[in-house]
């Protein structure tokens, strides 16, 4: 029997075995199109395309292909700027449908705080919400990292 656990998240499947996380680009084809009709109707068609870029033909592709672009994204910042604030990363495969990542623990879910740089920052970034904060991050021999680097919305000298 397979001893893995499956996660889900806005632009990847995570799949958890053993000391590896594998993650999978998810396409958003058809939750594209029904998002697009629902945006259209109510007028939003710019204002929540410019959330991915500010050119509109760029921000569908940005959208459709998010959880490639954070594969690679996640690729490069770990290869360009390597630290202990980060989790490794092993692999990238299929033109970045699959990032193969260090696999750590869970931060326990009763943390308010955790001691990482960019702690405050994700915590903004997630307006507020601890658990969600938490969600980025992981335990690897007792040191905190950060798990989720391809996000698009970390400038790169945070990792300087």
Partial sequence: MLNADFKVGGTRFV??????????????LFRNFFQLIRHLCSGQVKQ????FDPVPGKAVLRYVFGGVLANREEWYI???Y??????GVIGLHLFGLVLV???GSPVPEDSTFIDHSLWSMMLEKKQG???E???QFAVFDGKVRLVDMGRGDLPPDQFL
Wanted: net charge positive; no cysteine; charged share 40%.
């Fill in 15 to 28: 799949i958890l075995y053993r000391n590896r996380a594998y993650k999978i680009a998810r396409f958003r």
């Fill in 48 to 51: 929540r395309l410019a959330r």
């Fill in 78 to 80: 770990a290869r360009k």
């Fill in 82 to 87: 390597a630290s202990e604030e980060m989790a």
């Fill in 101 to 103: 990542q260090e696999r």
């Fill in 129 to 131: 919400n601890v658990a």
């Fill in 133 to 135: 904060a938490l969600k």
